[in-house]
Each structure stands twice: as C-alpha cells, then as structure tokens.
C-alpha cells in the first residue's frame, strides 16, 4: 500500500485528487492533505509517507519545488510528482534539479493521474517533453527561445534593460534586440505592454 | 606689413569685444572686490540675478548664496533658471595675471539642454519606477488568477459530468441501459456528488501558521507564544517561516516538545525570540539549508537574525515593520 500526501491549497483539486486516489483503494491511501508546501517537512515527520503529490503555488506563497528539494534531502526514500497547470517553462527543470520523479499537467483526467503514480511507484521518472502552448499577444509560447523567455522573466519583475543585461551577463544592445524580437512577435507596442502579456499569460511566474 | 601690425596689436577693446561674443559670462574682479570686466551675457545675467548692475563681487556672492527678492531668477540646486528658461550654473575662481595680481574670477556656463535631459531622465526614472510596483503587483496577482482559472476548469468538469450523469440516470429509467452499466452509473453519480458537497460543505483553509500547528501538535510539539503576531502579511509569513524552521530542528535536533516564542514590537521592529525545552546543542550551530534560507529571507525584508548556541538554544529574528503592499502606489 502506498501511501499518499497530497500538497494543494485549492479545495476542488483536493476534493478531486482525494476521489482519484479512492478509486484505488487497492494500492493508495491518502494519509493527510495540507495547504502549504513548507509544511510538508512536518507532514512527513508525522505520517509515514511514500508518495506526494506537490502543487507548485500554494497557501502563503510557498513554492512546492523548494519544498520537494527540501524533502529530498530529508526523506530520499519519499517519491515525489510535481502536479500544476501553469505553463511555467522554469518548472519543469526546477522539478527536476528538486529531484523529483514525475512532473503532471492537472487535468480533469483521473486515469492519467493514476497511471503517472503508478509508474512512478515502480520506479519510472515521468516528464512531459513540453510545457502546455498559451498565447501570449500574437505569439504562442512555443515561439520564444530560452534567451527570449529569461528576458521575460526578467522583464515580469520591473527589471529595466540595463540590469536584464547584467543579470543574463550581455551587452545592453544584445537585451534590446532581444525585446524588440519579442514585441515583434507578439505585437506589444511597449516594453510595458509586453511584460503586462507575459505576466498575465503565467509563462514566466518568479516568484516560484 | 601693414596688415600684420594692426593685428598683432591686443587693445583693451579687442579683449572686451572678444569676451562679449562669449557664449558664457564672465566676469573679473580685483584683490579689493572691485568690477574690472564683465561680459555682456554676465551684465545681463547679474542684473536678473541681484535686479541691477553689478558693481562688487559681493553683490553676486550674496546673490548666488540667496536670491534678492527683486530677483527674477529661481534656484534649482546649483543651478539657476531665468525668466527666459534657460538654466545657468555659476563658477568662482581666484586668479592671478601676468604680474602676480591676484582677481577672481566668475563664469557661467549654460546648461540648459544638460538640465532638460537630466529632468526628462528623473522623470523616465520616476516612471520605471513606478512601472516596476505596478509589475510587481501584476505578478503577485498570477497565482491568484491561476488558482481561480484551476477552479474554473474544475466546476465546468464537474457542471458537464452532472450533465452527463443526469442524462444517464434517465435513460436508465427509461430502459435504455444495460442492467450491466448500473454500477457505473452509480459510481458516476457518487463521485459528481462527493464533489459537490464537498464543495458546499467545507469553507477554504488558507491558515498555513494553523497547519504548522496542527501538523506539530500531532508529533507532540507545542507552541507557547507570548505576544502579538504581526499584523502586515509580509512579516506575518517570516516569523510563521522562523517557528517552522525552530520546530522541526526542535523535533530533529533537540529532542524537544514545547518552543517558546515570544513577540514584540519595538519603534516600527518585530524582535522575536524563540527557543526550546530540548537538549542543548552540542557546539556551535552550523546553519544549514533551512536556517540558511531563513535568514536570506529576512536580510532580503531588512531584517537581522542571529542565533544563540549557548548555554541554551534561541534564535532571534529583528524584521521591520512593512507598509501594506500597495502602499507606495498610492
């Protein structure tokens, strides 16, 4: 029997997850819910845990990738699948420098779910090869290259184009092309305009 | 010859009439503060400044250092904008001529498209800055949007599985179904209503400090806490992150089960002080990953942290007070 901690703020997914899993009786019991990623530690030290199932964005703003490197470190034996619905692109590889085993897209799909804790339960790691397409402006997000989407998330935290250029370690022109490449492709008039798209098409989220 | 000898001659009138074509003013005066040259764009100059001719180098001294009232210039910092718009910034020096007389020396230097720009830069500046809040805003608001978005898609999976479910249950009824496909048509039904009562039933936790301790209380860890937690959701979440971290090195390290916190707040400074009824640590407490990115977080909020090894174990955590987020907008 495995046991399951599930780590989401969002009742309705709980509710959800908590149905998926009883449909599984057979092989998973849900031993606790919590809210807040940065009590997962506690939540494991309370509850024999072999499996979580750890949201990104929770309760307090705790990041569920910080969490599960934590839990890694503490509780190796602990398997872990990075469950969210933002498009994030930096998710995916932090998942992974985590230590994490499985990374799931949230669908309405309890199959899917099931069949992605099964084959991490024996062993498998499950990555999807992309995060989902969103439209940002005229673009999709598929559009961007990496250097694109790190100016993006640069330019989502007010960064002016002077210190992107510092913190990427490239001329200031070099920045700029950049962003005019990206107004170019999803038709933002404005550096402004541009980084409003980003943020509200939760490509580039750094908080987390 | 001729030609070269009236040229070769420097008059008193040449010096002046080259000065006057100056775009700057300048101006001499000698050891007893006397006028002995003044430019054209000086005399006008001085004469917005002090509101007359000038006469002795006090008169423009006192000028520079306080504008007479019947002045027509205003001041901005070193620099002084006439009627007119242009900006002028004043420049004194002690001099000697060729025979070791000491004069003194004013000049000023137009600088009036160096202090539009440098107006138009602060404004750029002022407008980044205020562009960089309003970003930071945006972003704080995605999980929230995305969260809702989350839920959004849940409550029409679930509106569309009742649809479903409904329709099935009647052509059940009306015979259309397999005896067979019962069980499924129950199951359907009891999941699509689980989740709506549990979606009427149960109102949103959001209390992580709750969680903390509960989660604790069930490993046999209290919290006796003496004082008021913060108030502004910033500092809130820090000192939340300060007794996390103390209680599972509490339960790890120490072998304990009560932490002490207490609060105060001194001139605009949360000061907590945490400690516990475990073991004392063996040596000096080496900070690792948890204490580690505590204390980033509050240097990063201007807060200081410190840890106290002997003869017992407490951390202390200074965090200023916060402005409510939004404040600066408004």
């Known amino acids: 029997m495995t046991n399951v901690l599930l780590v989401d703020d969002e009742r309705m997914i709980q509710e959800l997850f908590s149905y998926y899993i009883s449909t599984a009786k057979d092989r998973y019991r849900l031993v606790n819910t919590i809210i807040d990623a940065a009590n997962t530690e506690m939540a494991c030290m309370g509850s024999k845990v072999d499996l979580i199932l750890m949201d990104v964005c929770t309760a307090n703003y705790a990041s569920g990738l910080d969490a599960a490197a934590n839990i890694k470190k503490k509780f190796p034996h602990i398997k872990i699948i990075i469950v969210t619905s933002s498009p994030e692109h930096r998710f995916l590889e932090k998942a992974r420098a985590a230590g994490a085993e499985s990374f799931w897209y949230k669908e309405v799909d309890s199959v899917e779910l099931l069949d992605v804790m099964d084959r991490t339960m024996t062993g498998e790691s499950i990555y999807p090869d992309t995060t989902p397409k969103v439209q940002v402006g005229l673009a999709a997000s598929v559009e961007f290259t990496p250097k694109e989407l790190e100016v993006l998330f640069h330019m989502v935290q007010g960064k002016s184009i002077g210190e992107i250029a510092e913190r990427m370690g490239v001329d200031y022109s070099t920045t700029r092309t950049h962003i005019n490449h990206l107004k170019d492709k999803t038709g933002a008039k404005t550096n402004s305009e541009l980084a409003v798209l980003a943020a509200k098409s939760k490509l580039v989220m750094p908080e987390y | ?330």
């Open chain 2, 1 to 330: 010859m001729k030609w070269f000898g009236r040229r070769s001659r420097l008059t008193k009138n040449s010096v002046k009439e080259a000065l006057d074509n100056l775009p700057s003013g300048v101006c001499f005066f000698d050891r007893n503060g006397l006028l002995t040259l003044c430019n054209f764009t000086m005399h006008r100059l001085s004469f917005e400044l002090t509101g007359r001719d000038l006469q002795n180098i006090f008169e423009i001294r006192d000028a520079l250092q306080a504008l007479p009232e019947s002045s027509t210039v205003t001041r901005d910092g070193d620099k002084f904008i006439l009627k007119d718009g242009t900006v002028w910034r004043f420049k004194e020096e002690s001099i000697a001529d060729e025979y070791g007389h000491p004069y003194t020396q004013f000049t000023a230097s137009n600088v009036t498209d160096l202090y539009r720009a440098a107006q138009a830069l602060e404004q750029k500046n002022k407008e980044l800055a205020e562009m960089a809040v309003h970003m930071e805003h945006i972003t704080d608001n995605v999980a929230a949007i995305m969260r809702e978005e989350e839920i959004l898609a849940m409550k029409m999976k679930i509106h569309n599985e009742l649809g479903a479910t409904v329709l099935n249950v009647r052509k059940y009824y009306m015979g259309g179904c397999e005896p067979s496909q019962k069980d499924d048509l129950i199951q359907n039904l009891r999941k699509t209503i689980g989740l709506l009562v549990g979606e009427i039933g149960r109102e949103d936790e959001t209390d992580g400090y709750k969680e903390l301790l509960e989660l604790a209380a069930a490993i046999g860890v209290t919290a006796e806490l003496s004082g008021a937690m913060p108030e502004d959701k910033a500092s809130y979440l820090l000192v939340v992150s300060a007794i996390r971290e103390c209680m599972t090195n509490c339960v790890r390290h120490a072998e304990g089960s009560k932490l002490f916190v207490s609060l105060k707040e001194v001139e605009n400074m949360h000061t907590v002080v945490i400690a516990n009824n475990g073991r004392p640590p063996e040596g000096e407490i080496i900070e690792g990953g948890g204490l580690s990115a505590l204390r980033a977080g509050i240097e990063k909020a201007g807060g200081e942290m410190r840890l106290q090894s002997r003869p017992v174990f407490s951390l202390t955590v200074k965090i200023p007070k916060l402005p409510p987020k939004g404040a600066e907008l408004l």
